[in-house]
């Protein structure tokens, strides 16, 4: 049961460039996004999050885009930098615990 | 800034052994949560906690696992009796707010 998509395994961009890491989900439970960089051997990081009440959340080079009514939302890294190279997941609140659901990642690599 | 810590980083075992994982959690959060990723997968939920019980579990999260706050700082989880396919990267996290914060994982390997 993936409540939590992310079809994308891998995506390279040239150094600059934007990257656009997108994620769909299909629980309408949902009322709250993260998005999480991870190295190997660590654990998750997080990068930024939106309320499903917001449309858009702006940190830096990070932009994180919901659309309610399409069930989407995607992140946004510009300019894309060599030290961005990791894997994305998108991550979803639900529950009165607050638990997370993970999508599959993204490996993002930023070539130089 | 404040982190959550999780010890060992490796932990080896032998299949039908006892292992208990380690997190210290962000000292002023109050719900907790223990995470695993098996390699090439999902990062999973395993477990919630709050207020010394738990909160909410997954189908992951059996009669051989267990978990408890034996005092103000640590949080532990306990797999009584591992499995071959217990081995994953274990990791614990804490809520602040709308946002949970991850340990560096517990790497366990059941042989």
């Known amino acids: 049961d993936q409540q939590v998509k992310q079809n994308s395994p891998s995506l390279s961009v040239q150094e600059g460039r934007i990257s656009i890491l997108n994620c769909d989900y299909t629980n309408s439970m949902f009322d709250y996004f993260l998005w999480y960089k991870k190295y190997p051997a660590e654990g998750p990081t997080f990068l930024i999050s939106i309320s499903s009440i917001k449309d858009k959340n702006e940190d830096g080079r990070f932009t994180v885009f919901l659309n309610k009514s399409a069930k989407h939302l995607s992140l946004h890294i510009v300019p894309s930098q060599p030290g961005d190279s990791a894997v994305y997941f998108c991550?979803?609140?639900?529950?009165?615990?607050?638990?997370?659901?993970f999508g599959s990642g993204t490996q993002l690599t930023v070539l130089p | 800034e404040p982190e959550v810590t999780q010890t060992p980083s490796h932990q080896v075992t032998q299949m039908g052994q006892e292992v208990i994982l380690r997190c210290v959690p962000i000292?002023?959060?109050?719900?907790f949560y223990w995470y695993r990723q098996i390699l090439g997968q999902k990062v999973e939920f395993l477990v919630s906690f709050y207020n010394n019980e738990i909160s909410e579990k997954s189908e992951i999260f059996d009669d051989q696992f267990s978990v408890e706050r034996p005092d103000g700082s640590n949080f532990t989880l306990k797999i009584r009796s591992t499995k071959l396919e217990d081995s994953a990267m274990y990791f614990c996290?804490?809520?602040?707010?709308?946002?949970?914060?991850f340990g560096s994982g517990t790497q366990l390997s059941v042989l």
């Open positions: 000292s002023n959060h109050l719900y």
């Open positions: 996290a804490s809520r602040g707010g709308e946002k949970l914060f």
């Open positions: 991550a979803a609140l639900s529950g009165s615990a607050r638990q997370l659901t």
